[in-house]
């Protein structure tokens, strides 16, 4: 008996007649098995890779296959007889076949010792020769049998470079140009290729042809993919046009467990990103540009390398372009699915914190914010076992983002920004270096620490300097505001009038900045909060926009206005603050309407929501306004909630 899923599912008897397996379900069954390795599959993981949505008998229906199944492989099993093929195992089933028997396992088999041998072994070839077609052509819309294939092509496309590589390295060369040039033309994205095809025809006698190979390379990946060549390719290229190209093999172009190397589309917009302005947006343009551009290629290992290199550190917790994000997100996801938990877990890490910091936007639903927290967790975790400080700052990034699941969470965030600071001055990581100065800034903001916040933002401006991060200034110009609006109210501070003229300052700052998801309302918040510091009620000004934060503004601008029926039915209106750095001033906004209008239910939510954070400030988790304490607010809440 053997079984071949390198190509449509079958299975052969030993004299090479095929056996019914049955419907599609059937072969579905079996192939899932084959996939496992002989290692056991539960019921409920067949029935959930079987159905998108399960029947309600799904588990009779899997039984039903199974028996079917086994009847086929072992026509002549005595009755009452346990299967020897495809056996019950604890929760599930397995396939108890030798390895020999199954094509997968021998292609898997014969590469690994071709990896090993200093030539390429005779097996190599007929290996190559047993696909019949994409593995489990025939198990369509499955995502487990994707991921599979995807996973198989990469060993076959692998297989087949290794193979001219040992060849060449072995002296052989013109025999190969026709082919190498039809794998090149198949796969134009694989930079291996470009480099075998080359040195097959420079050893052919065709130096010109082999250096123009090198250069229609490098077009073909700058101009699409916006990479340029990688190293290997780059030492050919010399040492064609020096006579002195030896059997050099020729590295992928991203190895896991590697740290990136080329200059790319990505590593450009990543720079270009740190530098604000038109900059930022054109940035964030060319990155989903590129990671669709490597997605298109079917390459999972360049995909996810593309979409995982714009580790571009990000402070706030809402996107700006939410639209952008979630196709980033998209793309992420599909790749870690194609990727497999079995993957390289740099690139998972990668992916994993990429999802969590693109997935920061106020419009995501409950399951997508619990997703995206674990996702950031998730690659935290891999980030430190695998010991790779760059990796785990972004990753530590993605955790930050994540971090404002309630009101009160200041000093846990400072602890964050406290070990990224570590981490990114002991292994010269700047930029993040400046992250972890703002998150400390926002932290010490938030517990009305100005001194320490003050400290925080003098050292990243010195850094800005060194890191040409132009945005930094833009957001400690916010914070100084921030300062002068609560020392506004102090005897000797400066006076209201100069605060709002500080806010106006920067908020000018930052409409050039290129970052529309931060600073839109966030001016009218910021005199919102200096009108309440100084007991005054909420701007009416009808210019002024208020960007995400009416839902919770418009209350207290009504009643500035007398409209108190509107009020009220504004406030009831309002839903629970988004979780990120305004949601305890939003919550404070909520208890000041409620106890002026006297809805103690409102009243008492807020109260229970503004408690663990009652040593805070209202609005200072921002680092760039004020609404005064959160035990301000707090105290009117309770004691509308507990009025008689």
């Not at 692998?158 to 190969?176: C, F, I, N």
């Not at 945005?471 to 002068?484: D, H, K, N």
Request: charged share 25%; hydrophobic share 45%; aromatic share 4%.
């Amino acid at each position: 008996m053997r079984i071949d899923v390198l190509g449509p599912v079958r299975a052969l008897r030993d004299d090479g007649t095929p056996v019914d397996l049955g419907g599609p379900r059937h072969r579905e069954v079996l192939a899932r098995l084959v996939a496992a390795g002989g290692r056991m599959v539960p019921t409920d993981t067949l029935v959930d890779d079987l159905w998108a949505a399960p029947p309600e008998r799904a588990v009779g229906a899997l039984r039903t296959f199974v028996a079917a199944l086994r009847r086929s492989l072992e026509p002549d099993r005595p009755p009452r007889t346990p299967p020897r093929v495809l056996v019950t195992e604890g929760p599930g089933y397995a396939l108890r076949l030798p390895r020999e028997s199954v094509d997968a396992h021998r292609f898997e088999d014969v590469l690994a010792r071709a990896r090993r041998a200093s030539r390429a072994p005779a097996d190599l070839d007929a290996a190559l020769a047993s696909w019949r077609g994409p593995a489990y052509a025939d198990v369509t819309g499955s995502t487990w049998a994707q991921r599979e294939r995807a996973r198989l092509e990469e060993l076959r496309l692998e297989a087949v470079e290794l193979r001219a590589r040992l060849l060449l390295d072995a002296g052989s060369g013109a025999e190969l140009v026709a082919e190498l040039g039809a794998h090149v033309t198949e796969h134009p994205w694989r930079e291996p290729a470009w480099g075998l095809l080359a040195r097959a025809l420079h050893r052919a006698g065709r130096q010109a042809d082999a250096l123009a190979t090198l250069r229609r390379a490098r077009t073909m990946l700058v101009d699409q993919l916006g990479l340029d060549p990688g190293a290997e390719l780059q030492r050919l290229e010399r040492d064609i046009l020096q006579g002195a190209v030896t059997p050099r093999p020729t590295r992928t172009l991203w190895t896991a467990g590697e740290r990136l190397g080329p200059r790319t589309t990505v590593a450009l917009a990543r720079t270009l990103a740190l530098a604000g302005g038109d900059a930022l947006t054109h940035s964030r343009r060319d990155r989903l540009a590129a990671a669709q551009a490597a997605e298109r290629t079917g390459d999972v290992t360049l995909t996810a390398r593309v979409i995982g290199a714009y580790d571009v550190p990000a402070l706030w917790s809402r996107a700006d372009d939410p639209e952008q994000s979630r196709a980033v997100v998209a793309a992420a996801e599909r790749t870690l699915t194609a990727l497999g938990p079995q993957g390289s877990g740099e690139l998972r890490a990668r992916l994993l914190a990429t999802v969590a910091v693109e997935s920061r936007s106020a419009d995501l639903s409950a399951d997508e914010h619990h997703r995206a927290r674990g996702a950031a967790r998730e690659a935290d975790a891999l980030a430190r076992e695998l010991g790779d400080p760059a990796l785990l700052v972004f990753a530590l990034n993605a955790v930050f983002l994540h971090s404002f699941t309630r009101p009160g969470l200041a000093a846990a965030r400072d602890l964050i920004g406290a070990e990224i600071i570590d981490l990114a001055t002991r292994h010269e990581l700047p930029d993040f270096a400046v992250l972890g100065r703002l998150i400390r800034l926002q932290s010490a903001s938030a517990r009305g620490d100005l001194a320490a916040a003050t400290a925080h933002a003098r050292t990243a401006e010195q850094l800005a300097v060194s890191t040409e991060a132009s945005l930094v200034p833009v957001l400690t110009s916010w914070f100084g505001a921030r300062a002068a609006a609560a020392r506004s109210t102090e005897v000797g501070g400066p006076s209201a009038a100069t605060a709002a003229a500080r806010y106006r300052a920067a908020e000018n700052a930052l409409a050039e900045a290129g970052m529309p998801g931060l600073h839109r309302g966030l001016f009218a918040l910021a005199l919102l909060g200096l009108r309440r510091l100084h007991g005054r009620p909420a701007p009416t000004d009808p210019a002024l926009d208020w960007g995400p934060y009416r839902p919770w503004t418009q209350p207290l601008v009504l009643l500035a206005q007398n409209r108190i029926e509107q009020a009220r039915t504004a406030l009831a209106l309002a839903p629970e603050p988004p979780l990120d750095h305004m949601q305890e001033a939003l919550w404070c906004l909520t208890a000041d309407a409620a106890a002026q209008l006297g809805e103690r239910a409102i009243a008492a939510r807020a109260a229970t929501a503004l408690r663990l954070a009652a040593a805070e400030d209202a609005g200072g988790a921002s680092g760039m306004l004020t609404l005064g304490p959160v035990a301000r607010y707090l105290a009117q809440a309770e004691a509308c909630a507990g009025a008689r």
